[in-house]
């Protein structure tokens, strides 16, 4: 998704990498591609991809549209589509327009489609298996 | 400095792209370039690349080796050597086995090069001009 053709990082493009921990709240304006962990916020104004290795802990993640191979735990709002691949594992709110589920994917959660205007929904019931 | 050949982010190349915010501590395996702003400390297993808009300021830096063209404001400890470019701003206390500090570059802090072993030193000398 990320357009990484280019040797020298775009300016646009926020890549965390696997090992990659980040412990507080990203916000980008571009693209974010994230193969690392992070433990807090993250709010992207533009893409944003969770790669397998990828994991998000935190509060919020916020995107226009995001791509989950990885794990994220947090209330997520996204603008546009939510894909959550077969590797994916995504625990939180999840807010999107629209919400891409793949097979295999956990998907704990309570999850938001739709516009999404409405505020952020409130962390309710724990999805238990 | 940061290998982005491949077209998919290399896991060891960590993008904090400009306009990025980080507010919290980043860890990294890999390679690390940071073009946005960190408030946090930043410890990266490999290379750290602070680029021209690059700022830093939190703790921490640690990384395998770095090279400073933006901004840090934090207690810098890497394991090889740290490049302070002309544009570079460096303040904290460095620790570094080697240091390179070029001709422009803003650099103020303690810096201690060498084998990091022994515990921080103590606040000694006072340079004075």
Chains 1, 2 share one sequence.
């Not at 594992?89 to 919400?99: H, P, S």
């Not at 998907?107 to 298996?129: D, H, M, N, W, Y």
């Amino acid at each position: 998704m990320l357009s990484r053709g280019k040797s020298s990082p775009n300016a646009s493009l926020t890549y965390l990498a696997e090992g990659t921990e980040l412990e507080g709240n990203l916000k980008a304006k571009g693209q974010v591609r994230i193969d690392g962990t992070v433990r807090g916020s993250v709010l992207v104004e533009g893409e944003l991809e969770i790669g397998p290795t990828g994991f998000i802990e935190g509060e919020q993640v916020k995107a226009k549209n995001a791509h989950v191979q990885g794990k994220v735990r947090a209330a997520v709002a996204v603008e546009g589509k939510l894909t959550l691949t077969k590797s994916g594992q995504l625990e939180g709110d999840v807010r999107a327009r629209a919400l891409d589920i793949e097979a295999g994917a956990v998907f704990i959660g309570r999850s938001q489609t739709g516009e999404v205007k409405a505020a952020l929904p409130q962390p309710s019931k724990t999805a238990s298996e």
